[in-house]
């Protein structure tokens, strides 16, 4: 499927890049963040859009966001948090245009009631690069894009498999990761699709979604892998 997607055919279209994902957040902050109520079907409802930016991606410096949905999206409130993150692989963009969608669901006056005493934090990627390199030079691509070797060069492998580059950023959670992944190693080298990275966080995207966590403390997360 992804090799249809990100070929020449119109599916393409259907699916958000980067670059896309950062032009359509930013129009929505500009639309909602400063609106208290944009359709006046809610009277009192606040403003009800909040774009943070959580981190930087580890090799190319990628900005990265969450969004926060709410009747007082701009107020630290005493509610309770759930967290949908649409993206940590960088090959499985579904979880992207999920979240893409219900952002764009919950913008809308169908979806603001269930904004009443929720906060809804919304992440459609947590892999900037990771993606970019999706779109760009390999669809079946699933880290980030470290440089494991040092000379500055990003290495990889075409199709599944054997990339020596970057680090899966899914597997670099401390929860776990001293029993690594033998799948797909190279011989005793552990720079694999599946690399955790040299250690327990050293990503700065694992870092950055950890410090998130602590920070917001949701009662109910979701993850999402295709």
Not at 176 to 183: A, E, M, Y
Not at 200 to 224: C, G
Request: hydrophobic residues 35%; negative net charge.
């Amino acid at each position: 499927l992804l090799s249809v997607i990100v070929g020449n055919s119109p599916l393409h279209q259907r699916f958000h890049t980067y670059e896309e994902i950062q032009t359509q957040l930013e129009a929505w902050n500009s639309e909602f963040s400063n609106n208290q109520n944009p359709s006046g079907a809610y009277p009192g409802s606040g403003i009800i859009y909040h774009l943070e930016e959580l981190g930087t991606s580890t090799e190319d410096g990628l900005p990265f966001w969450a969004v926060k949905l709410s009747y007082n999206a701009n107020l630290d409130e005493d509610e309770p948090k759930i967290l949908f993150l649409g993206q940590c692989h960088a090959e499985e963009i579904l979880g992207v245009e999920y979240c893409m969608w219900l952002l764009q669901k919950m913008t809308t006056r169908q979806g603001r009631d269930w904004r009443r005493n929720i906060n809804t934090w919304i992440i459609p990627t947590a892999n900037p690069e990771g993606l970019r390199a999706v779109y760009t030079i390999d669809n079946t691509y699933r880290k980030n894009k470290r440089d494991n070797i040092g000379d500055g060069m990003f290495r990889f492998e075409p199709g599944w498999g054997f990339d020596t580059s970057g680090v899966d950023i899914n597997r670099n959670f401390p929860s776990f990761w001293v029993h690594g992944n033998t799948f797909l190693t190279l011989g005793t080298n552990e720079y694999y699709d599946y690399y955790r990275g040299p250690a327990p966080a050293s990503e700065a995207e694992t870092r950055a979604i950890i410090a998130f966590y602590d920070k917001i403390r949701p009662l109910y997360s979701l993850t999402l892998h295709s």
